[in-house]
């Protein structure tokens, strides 16, 4: 049964439609919103942004009457009643009777405090920010355990739509050579918002979210986290990165013996060219008759062969992680392996007493690496450099190591990656969901 079906079937039983909160009422959120309410079954009931004004247009788009809560009982209440509340802050996220929030902030502090105060009320959660999953992943899957509730990236960006034609693969059996992503950019590692801001404008973008995507960011980030949920490795530090068209990504990524660029199967990698939006796994099949049947059904002639899928649709496919979480109760994507990490490399001579401005900014960018490299080399994640600064000076091109920066320390997200580092300590002791949440204002 089509999940269309199924909520409204959900919504004869119950007789009330599913709650959703969301936090972020910027481009990714109102188009999540916009998608979502055209499905029968759910209402969104709260829309929290750090600029009001913003939830209160989001629902209004969406064509709900936002109204305005002092307090839990009086969000609860209206809420309860069928009516939609507009908030400026996550005080009352927790205590107000959702279903599940979803997190559109694109901000790796505040998606996880979203998290830690959604679990903490049992309610679930779905994530659209793969920058803070990259960075406490295995730690906010726990955190999920530990409530009851469940925890998820949502459908849409290429994490997870890679992830399904892995899994794909897998179950036909086909050894996974690459999976990874085209690129709608040429890589230029030293991008930022002032040499890209005509190109912003053209695009309608935002300067920085434009960077994290030309300086290779957010192409590092999201196939850290396919690695990091399928258990593929890293192709490389960085990536190869080449230039390839859809009929040839199976000589592309092929091994270096048959004329590709990888020294090694299963790895995850990008290309940049025609390729993009589109998503991709290359396969290989030694069986005669797999084979046969393959190139029979002008798949290529092998033994290498790709699946494609030629779209990805950001906001508009999340909701589709709303649906599974509730009606399947399970995740789309969740961190399960550890082999990958983003570091972050700087995009120009750095001093002692400068404060490293985050991802899509001016001193640093993303860089993936091997987990167990970046650990030894003690590189520090970019998730948790927002706000940091230089203790040490730090050449162009050099990775940032812990030893070169002094971090905010009472941020949640640095707080959570210091636990996760010590999770796999013989004495580790893992603190509570409980315990993060008490530590939160409000």
């Known amino acids: 049964m089509a999940y269309r079906d199924r909520l409204q079937q959900r919504l004869e039983e119950t007789g009330r439609p599913l709650r959703v909160g969301l936090v972020g009422a910027g481009q990714m959120g109102t188009g999540l919103a916009a998608q979502l309410l055209r499905m029968p079954g759910i209402t969104l009931s709260a829309v929290f942004d750090v600029q009001h004004e913003r939830a209160v247009e989001a629902l209004t788009q969406a064509g709900v009457d936002p109204q305005d809560a002092a307090d839990a009982e009086s969000g609860a209440a209206i809420i309860e009643g069928g009516g939609s509340v507009a908030l400026g802050g996550l005080d009352l996220l927790d ?47 726990e955190l999920a355990r530990q409530s009851g509730a469940i925890y998820s990236v949502c459908r849409g960006d290429e994490p997870v739509e ?48 434009l960077t994290s995507f030309v300086d290779g960011s957010k192409a590092m980030i999201e196939m850290a986290s396919l690695a990091n949920t399928t258990g593929l490795g890293v192709s490389t530090t960085g990536m190869h990165g080449p230039p390839s068209t859809v009929p040839t990504l199976h000589q592309t990524f092929a091994l270096k013996e048959d004329g590709g660029v990888l020294d090694r199967p299963g790895v995850v990698d990008y290309c940049t060219g025609p390729v993009a939006p589109g998503v991709f796994v290359v396969i290989r099949t030694e069986d005669p008759y797999v084979h046969h049947e393959m190139s029979y059904l002008q798949m290529g002639e092998g033994p290498y062969f790709a699946l494609y899928r030629p779209y990805h649709l950001a906001s508009i ?73 230089l203790v040490r000076d730090v050449p162009v091109g050099q990775t940032l190591s812990y030893d070169d920066v002094e971090l905010v320390e009472d941020s949640l997200v640095v707080r959570m990656r210091r636990i996760q580092e010590q999770m796999d300590a013989a004495d580790a002791e893992t603190p509570k969901l409980v315990d993060l949440r008490t530590s939160l204002p409000g």
């Open 95 to 141: 205590r107000l009777p959702l279903d599940v929030v979803v997190e559109a902030t694109g901000v790796p502090e505040v998606a996880v405090q979203v998290a830690v105060r959604a679990l903490a009320g049992g309610i679930d959660v779905a994530t659209l920010t793969v920058e803070a999953d990259v960075t406490v992943g295995r730690y906010l899957a």
């Open 162 to 209: 890679t992830k399904i034609l892995v899994d794909y693969a897998r179950d036909l059996n086909f050894e996974v050579i690459c999976a990874g992503k085209g690129k709608n950019n040429p890589l230029d590692p030293l991008a930022n918002p002032d040499t890209l801001a005509e190109r912003a404008v053209t695009k309608q973008m935002n300067p920085k979210m």
């Open 317 to 389: 496919e999340a909701p589709l992680t709303v649906y599974e979480m509730v009606l399947d109760r399970r995740a789309s994507l969740v961190t399960e392996h550890w082999n990958a990490e983003v570091g972050a490399q700087a995009k120009r001579d750095l001093k002692v007493g400068d404060t490293i401005d985050g991802i899509g900014g001016y001193t640093v960018r993303g860089l993936i690496e091997d987990a167990e490299e970046f650990a030894g080399q003690g590189h520090v994640p970019l998730g948790v450099l927002a706000g940091a600064r």
